[in-house]
């Protein structure tokens, strides 16, 4: 039996679900403004671009880069004691929207800005997945 | 129409930072109030509006001071609303809602074990949750991720955040109120621990116990008062609101030059004509951001600028004389506006900036605010 998953585990509700869904069929989702092309991310009711509502969900590339990142070395989150020092990304997708996620498989000596990262799904708990991200060579 | 000049800072009350247990932010308001009236003499019926920041309510408060202001308000408790409070209290004078306006701001935060890292960051509204599952929590990690882009961009280092950390270290030390008393090297910082990497220990500010309390009132009623009246000279605010649960792109640059014309047009000053400078330091990069900001240097250039003792006494620029967020304590901005007005009347000691005239408090955040205080009309 697997130790129980003790990191944060992120609120699922109706507006974000969609999201959720992509990850565990391995597509990066964000939402995008049926009216005015606009995408974002994290979920959210209004396009903040031109006040719409209507809103569809866009399977991303799932590419990007590293607009930056830092080092975590206390856990502000008792389940990533283990992870310490642990790096988080800040990563650019090629669709124009920022996301927060962790680096999978680069050493963080070799973590750079503007590195080319695609995405990547780790199912941590029977209902969530996370996507986390991997050099794009 | 201008409102250069218009109102002036009268009476200002501190605690020492430190740990208070047994005051909630009410008592410790209540503390800073009483010292800023014994400060300019004034007397409670005199004082016609009330504006609390971080105490949790204007109405308790008033409660508790015995107090019916004409004009009351709390706002957020955050540090950029320190800034802002004051400037809504210059324009509500100006509006004539009230014509001499208590400002007071009490934090116990150390007492009461607040983190602003982990499940309960509330950064931006709640905005920074969608983040928790990946680790990323923390304005100070916000801030790490500034800087490290700042690096990449510029080529900034964290030796020169030292600089920062040394000097305000060396002004704390300067200050019988302010919480750390060792003297720091550039060694020092660099090998004090990693919080978020690229950032140490000695880049974050200092959370505990405390109070600020400002009474400001119309130019002409200044001057019936027993201390000289320290003008407000010129103030702004701009935000960077949109995407704002996430870092800026450009270090807040854009609202801060927004500021920064208003301000100096405001106060008819050029950033030669400055004594001093206050500068919210929450994290160190934030210094680094608002030099360049707000055209002291170019952007990019504020890693070499703060070099060489630039911002320490007998610098061109000396800042955050009390020691500011980093050594005196995380006063979320009022202390350096207290401090401020301190060093304009005179009263600062060992650490007092030689016939000092003119002083610029700036804030570098989501909602960006300047105010510069002067002796002169």
């Known amino acids: 039996m697997n130790a129980p998953y003790t990191k944060p585990l992120p609120a699922i509700d109706d507006r974000n679900r969609p999201h959720w869904a992509g990850n565990a069929a391995g597509e990066l989702r964000v939402q995008r403004c049926d009216d005015c092309g606009t ?21 991303t590339s799932g590419k990007g880069q590293v607009w930056s990142w830092c080092v975590f070395h206390r856990a502000y989150f008792k389940g990533f004691t283990d992870d310490l020092p642990y790096a988080v990304a800040l990563i650019e997708l090629d669709e124009g929207v920022k ?39 | 129409m201008s409102l250069r000049n ?14 208070m247990p047994g005051h909630d932010a009410y008592d410790l308001g209540l503390i800073a109030f009483k010292r800023a009236m014994e400060d300019c003499r004034i007397k409670r019926t005199q004082i016609d509006g009330l504006i609390v920041n971080r105490i949790p309510d204007y109405q308790r408060f008033a409660e508790i001071a015995g107090m019916d202001p004409h004009f009351a308000l709390v706002t957020p408790g955050q540090g950029r609303m320190s800034g802002n409070s004051i400037e809504i209290a210059a324009s509500a004078i100006e509006a004539g809602l009230a014509h001499t306006i208590a400002l007071v701001y009490g934090n116990n935060g150390k007492s009461a074990g607040d983190q602003y890292g982990g499940e309960g960051d509330r950064y931006g509204g709640g905005g920074v949750g969608p983040w928790f599952p990946y680790g990323m929590t923390s304005p100070g990690a916000a801030h790490a991720v500034m800087f490290q882009r700042h690096m990449h961009l510029y080529g900034t280092t964290s030796r020169q955040l030292a600089a920062i950390s040394v000097a305000f270290r060396k002004h704390a030390l300067l200050n019988p109120d302010a919480v750390m ?4 090297t550039i060694q020092d910082h660099q090998n004090s621990k990693f919080i978020a990497e690229p950032l140490h220990l000695l880049d974050y500010c200092l959370i505990n116990d405390g109070s600020v309390a400002l009474i400001v009132t119309t130019a002409e009623r200044a001057r019936d008062f027993p201390k000289p009246p320290v003008y407000i000279r010129g103030f702004g605010t701009s935000t960077k609101l949109v995407n704002s649960s996430l870092p800026p792109d450009d270090f807040w640059y854009a609202p801060m030059q927004h500021v920064a014309r208003q301000t100096y047009a405001m106060a008819g000053v050029k950033h030669d004509d400055l004594d001093g400078l206050m500068i919210y330091d929450n994290f160190s990069p934030t210094v680094v951001f608002t030099l360049e900001g707000f055209g002291f240097c170019r952007q990019g250039e504020g890693g070499p600028f703060v070099e ?38 005179g009263e600062c000691g060992a650490r007092q900036i030689k016939d000092a005239k003119l002083i610029q408090y700036m804030c570098a955040a989501p909602l960006v605010t300047s105010v510069i205080y002067g002796t002169d009309l």
């Not at chain 1, 695609?118 to 029977?126: Q, S």
């Open chain 1, 99 to 137: 996301i927060y996620s962790n680096l999978v498989g680069i050493p963080r000596e070799q973590i750079r800005i503007g590195m080319r990262v695609r995405a990547r799904f780790e199912k941590v708990t029977e209902a969530v997945t996370l996507v986390k991200f991997e050099e794009d060579k």
């Open chain 2, 6 to 19: 218009r109102v002036a800072v009268i009476g200002v009350g501190t605690t020492a930072a430190g740990t």
């Open chain 2, 308 to 345: 060489n003792g630039r911002l320490e006494l007998g610098g061109d620029f000396p800042s955050n004389t009390d020691g500011g967020h980093l050594s005196n304590s995380y006063m979320q901005g009022w202390a350096l506006n207290a401090e401020a007005v301190r060093q304009l009347r």
């Open chain 2, 181 to 184: 008393k060792k003297p720091i």
């Open chain 1, 39 to 59: 995408p974002r991310f994290p979920a959210s009711r209004w396009c903040p671009h031109c006040l719409s509502e209507n809103t569809s969900w866009q399977t």
